[in-house]
Every structure is written in C-alpha cells, then in structure tokens.
C-alpha cells in the first residue's frame, strides 16, 4: 500500500468523534477484498458431512488394507513354516538317500570281491576239468590197448616177431611206450 492509499483509508475509517490517540490504537486492516467472506451456513454443513464421508470411506479402506496385509503376513508366515518343513524333510531324505548310497556302495563292493572269488575258483575247476578230461582220454586210450592186448591173448595169437615180421609187435611197443609215458 502507498501512503495515499493509507490516508484514503484512514479518511474512510475515521469518523466524528475519534480522536488521534484512538487512531493508534486501531491496527491496519486488510482492505475489504482480502477479507474471506464466510460461506452459507448450509454449504458447510454438506462440506463437513462430505468430508466426514471421506474420513468414513478412508477409515474403511484403512481397516480392509490392515486386514489384507494382516492375512497377507500370514500367508507369508504359513509359505514360510511349510518351506522350513520341506528342508527339513529334504535334509531327512538326502541323509537317507547318503545312507542307502552307502550300503549300496558296499554291497556293490563285497559282490565284486565274491565275483573276482568265484571266477578264480570256476578258472581253477575248469583247469582241473580240461586235467581231468585230458587224463580221461588218455586212460581210455590205455584201456583200449589193455583190451587189444587181452583179446590177442586169449585168441592166443599174440604176435611174436617171428610170426609177423615185427610190425605188429612194434605197434604193440609203440602204444605201451606212449602209456608208459603219459601216466
């Protein structure tokens, strides 16, 4: 504000009968625009019950997003007792999973060693057969000699050198020499 401006309002404001000690006494007001003017009282009213509205609605809404985060926590709460359940029941079976590794492991081993055992023992018995049979032949090559030499012995025609020219008597010498030799 200038200072015309003030005189003119001071002008307007004085009236008979103030004196200038009253003068200072008044404050400076505000010039009548800046004055708010108070609205209908009816108007209030439907903004105080709007607002209350509001305030309702929110406390509302306030309470529903506290009981969703409420049950949200504990859904939180629940999926993480269930995971700390199911580690512990994944550490339960991969113990046992260790374990049973384990006694496979050793069972594995122990029927490899028996394995390694009985092929040692089926080589040894196989040798023992191959022995056995090459002993067998050689018995049977003996006994058929054995049976030729009685059959010519009971014909009495054993052959003597001087009746066959030896070659029969050769054979004969041949084949005890070979037994002979074998056993």
Known sequence: MTKEQLQQELLAKVKPGVKASDLKKLKRSKSANDIPTAPPLPLINDQLKEKQKEVEN?????????????????????????????????????DKLQQIKQEL?????????????DDEKTSQLRTKLWTAQQQIVS???????????????????????ETNGGETYGLIILLAGTYLLSA
């Open 105 to 117: 492991n050793a069972t594995e081993e122990q029927a490899s060693e028996e394995l390694v055992k």
């Open 139 to 161: 018995l049977q090559q003996d006994l058929d000699l054995a049976q030729r030499v009685s059959e010519l012995r009971s014909n009495n025609s054993f052959p003597t050198p």
């Open 58 to 94: 929110l406390r509302t809404k306030l309470a529903q997003k506290n009981t969703e985060l409420n049950e949200t926590k504990e859904q939180l709460d629940n999926s993480l007792f269930a995971r700390v359940e199911a580690v512990k029941q994944f550490g339960l079976i991969y």
